[in-house]
């Protein structure tokens, strides 16, 4: 389904020879006036100078301009990196007579490259002419690194008798363990909500999709998704409205689509895998166990390899740091397929069945814990041959 446009959005998207000539690599997304906006970013403590001043801008202004470029992550830079972050919202709202902080900055790609301005500056008008209701798609291509294809995802549906729309862009598919990899996400709607509602809800929301997601387990300095909502739609949503449940819906589905499209590309990937983890004391310690299996090597080995290796499994586990765990009460599941009961391999399991689900594209990884009521799921990928070369690769 192609993106949905959102009344009070364009986009616009250049070449501007940041890294390769003739690549698509600039973006310029602009916002009605009066829209407002959340945004999420990464913990990482080395965080590149646009998460700086994207995160100083936002707590200033409402934003009526998103730049980003590829190609280089304006991160761990230094000072000068700050800098020149500035100055490419300097140079925008010179162009557009909106203020300096009305205009937030994002940047992907190579770390501790310093970013060339002059070619990002350059590129600016070209992407303001370019801009228009439709751009999304060529958007969601001009954000790309390592991605293999552009992931969008669009909803819409009535609430409160009119038509509301959520449509969102992404970029990820290595360096992705987001904590809020280089993961970028841009998300608008035409519904009327409140500042602090809208955070709320996107906090919400990425808890269960971008926070809920590893290739690598490696954080970017870069991370960042923004939710814009420019209000055209006559539809008002607030922290209290009954109309929440229903937008909060949107949100979600718009969100957890985006994640999983960075799952299904990530860098190598053949193998979609959900690890799913349920009878924990708490949700934190069903993260716990279930980001100890994603983050395995020779689990994610043999999930390429097709290899029903669940010992690996069954380590993994053991050694995720749960106190008093009960062997005895835990089962692990492949699929349907009953790996591990009462504290060893359950005794109708064959070799055989095994391998029949390891084949198989999408995997889930089930994990009964026999301790509580809590539960929690991931998405993650196997370990390729291609994830090693990609990434061997990466500068050269």
């Excluded at 765990?325 to 692990?332: D, H, K, P």
Aim: charged share 20%; glycine share 8%.
């Amino acid at each position: 389904m192609e993106p949905l446009t959102v009344d009070g959005i364009r986009l616009g998207t250049v070449c501007a020879g940041i890294k390769y000539p003739d690549r698509r690599d600039l973006v310029v997304i602009e916002a009605a006036a009066g829209t407002e906006a959340a945004a999420v970013f990464t913990q990482n403590a080395f965080c590149a100078a646009p998460v700086t001043v994207a995160r100083a801008h936002l707590a200033a202004a409402r934003p009526r301009y998103l730049v980003i470029n590829t190609g280089n992550a304006n991160a761990g830079t230094g000072r000068q990196g700050l800098l020149d972050a500035e100055a490419s919202c300097r140079a925008l709202a010179e162009q557009t007579a909106c203020s300096t902080e009305e205009v937030l900055p994002f940047s992907t790609g190579v770390i501790g490259e310093p970013l060339p301005l002059s070619r990002l500056i350059a590129g600016l008008p070209a992407a303001l002419a370019a801009l228009r209701p439709e751009g999304w798609e060529d958007a969601a291509r001009g954000i790309m690194t390592t991605d293999t294809r552009p992931k969008w995802a669009t909803r819409s549906s009535l609430i409160d008798g009119k038509p509301v729309t959520v449509t969102g862009i992404a970029k990820g598919a290595g360096m992705i363990r987001p904590d809020m990899a280089t993961m970028l996400a841009f998300i608008a709607t035409d519904a009327a909500v409140s500042q602090a509602a809208l955070q709320r809800m996107l906090a919400a929301a990425a808890a269960e999709s971008f926070n809920a997601i590893t290739v690598d387990g490696d954080t970017s300095t870069n991370d960042a998704c923004v939710l814009l909502a420019t209000g055209r739609a006559g539809v008002a949503i607030s922290e209290h409205s009954g109309e929440c449940d229903p937008f909060a819906t949107l949100l979600r589905e718009v969100c957890i689509e985006l994640a999983q499209a960075i799952i299904r590309d990530g860098e190598g990937a053949t193998k979609f895998i959900t690890v799913a983890v349920e009878g924990g004391v708490n949700e934190a310690e069903c993260r716990q166990v279930a980001y100890t299996i994603a983050h395995s090597p020779l689990i994610k080995t043999a999930f390429f390899a097709s290899d029903p290796n669940w010992g690996r499994i069954l380590a993994a586990v053991g050694r995720a740091g749960l106190s008093d765990l009960n062997l005895e009460r835990v089962a692990i599941h492949l699929d349907g397929l009953c790996l591990v009961r009462e504290g060893g391999r359950a005794a109708d399991y064959t070799e055989a069945q095994g391998q029949q689900v390891m084949r198989q594209s999408e995997i889930t990884i089930r994990v009964a814990l026999g301790r509580g009521g809590a539960s929690a799921r991931i998405w993650t990928t196997d370990l390729s041959f291609d994830y090693v070369r990609i990434n061997a690769e990466y500068r050269t």
